[in-house]
């Protein structure tokens, strides 16, 4: 495995990461906990150190198994990153949206990053995760409601109590970060990147470089469909929302396979995966600290974390960016 340093932080984390919203099973239509948490386990083994997880995800349910993933493994092994500022237990905030649990009750989610709610938030999730310091501490997505100079001031206040040791957002355009900056060092932006979400490029990525904020590529690959195993016709659970996203379907879906199969010769020149192939391309595009891939199982935890160890020449990155330009989806 390769480690990097994010942005201005003292962490070094896993350039693959374990991405826990999956198996917190909210939007995925479920999740297998024992395999949940064979797969944590396996990753950390593998050298993949770096999981990230948050509150909201199956709404505490993800936080809760990775707490229990790694009760026996050293704290200083590995780097547990987790959010803030998606409740949903207030009516404070702005509303984000309704959708409802993995047992079917309603659920309105509301974004809220109020100065005692960020301070209550890190409490909640240090007992979840069952230590006591989080290693990247980051608000999920941007409360209009609350100035973020108040945000902000919980967060200084939980680095000077060693509750967290570095600070983070997601999901932030580069004026936030820039407000965020007046108060506090932020080391990280965690925001969507994949061959087939690139609009990053064109701001976040300049102004992070320029900042020194490593930049945290999540869904990668494109929350499953760049492993090529999705076809026309495949059957999602029940409560897995990808059925109903534009990537997922259609000519869309019809595209995306087709530009699969056109790299897949890179890959099995190298006897790699479509999957490796797309995170290692994605390891290797300008900022990005560190992929976070989601996972569910073992198989898939050791397919992913293979990607680092990967080469990739210009000619290849090359030809997948020509790939990659034709793609013209419509979503
Ligand atoms: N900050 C934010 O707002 C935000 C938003 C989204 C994600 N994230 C973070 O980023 C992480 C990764 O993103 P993501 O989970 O959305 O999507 P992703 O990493 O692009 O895709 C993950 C999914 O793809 C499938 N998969 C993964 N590896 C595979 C392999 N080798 N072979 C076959 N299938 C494989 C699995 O689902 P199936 O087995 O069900 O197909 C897995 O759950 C999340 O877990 C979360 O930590 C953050």
């Not at 998606?86 to 047992?103: I, P, S």
Request: charged share 25%; with cysteine.
């Amino acid at each position: 495995m390769e480690y990097r340093k994010l942005g201005s932080s003292d962490l070094e984390i896993s350039a693959i990461a374990f991405g826990a919203w999956a198996i917190g099973g909210w939007l995925w239509g479920g999740a297998d906990e024992n395999e949940a948490q064979k797969a944590i386990r396996a990753s950390i083994d593998l050298g993949g150190t770096t999981i990230d997880t948050a509150p909201v995800y199956g709404f505490g349910v993800s936080e809760i198994i990775v707490g229990k993933a790694i009760e026996s493994v050293p704290r200083d092994k590995i780097q547990l990153l987790t959010k803030y500022g998606l409740r949903w237990d207030t009516e404070k905030g702005v509303a984000f949206f309704a959708t409802q649990d993995n047992n079917g009750n309603d659920i309105n989610i509301q974004k809220f990053a109020g100065k005692d709610s960020v301070i209550k938030e890190c409490e909640d999730s240090l007992r979840r995760l069952k230590t006591d310091y989080i290693d990247l501490y980051q608000i999920h997505w941007h409360d209009e409601s609350t100035p973020i100079s108040e945000t902000m001031e919980a967060v200084e206040q939980l680095l000077k109590e060693g509750k967290i040791r570095a600070a983070g957002v997601c999901n932030y355009q580069t004026d936030w970060v820039d407000e965020a900056l007046k108060s506090v060092n932020i080391v990280s932006n965690q925001v969507p990147y994949s061959m087939l979400r690139k609009d990053i490029e064109k701001d976040v990525v300049p102004h992070s470089l320029e900042k020194n904020i490593g930049i945290l590529a999540y869904s990668p690959l494109q929350r499953g469909v760049l492993t090529g195993k999705i076809k026309s016709g495949y059957k999602f659970n029940e409560g897995d929302n990808r059925a109903d996203l534009p990537y997922f379907k259609g000519e869309n879906l019809t595209k995306i396979n087709a530009f699969l199969e056109g790299i897949r010769p890179i890959a099995e020149d190298k006897g790699a995966t479509i999957a490796q192939l797309v995170l290692k391309w994605t390891l290797e595009q300008p900022g990005i600290t560190c992929a976070l891939a989601g996972a569910r199982n073992i198989q898939q935890v050791e397919d992913n974390l293979k990607a680092a160890s990967l080469s990739l020449s210009e000619e290849e990155k090359f030809q997948i960016n020509q790939g990659i330009k034709s793609l013209n989806l419509d979503l």
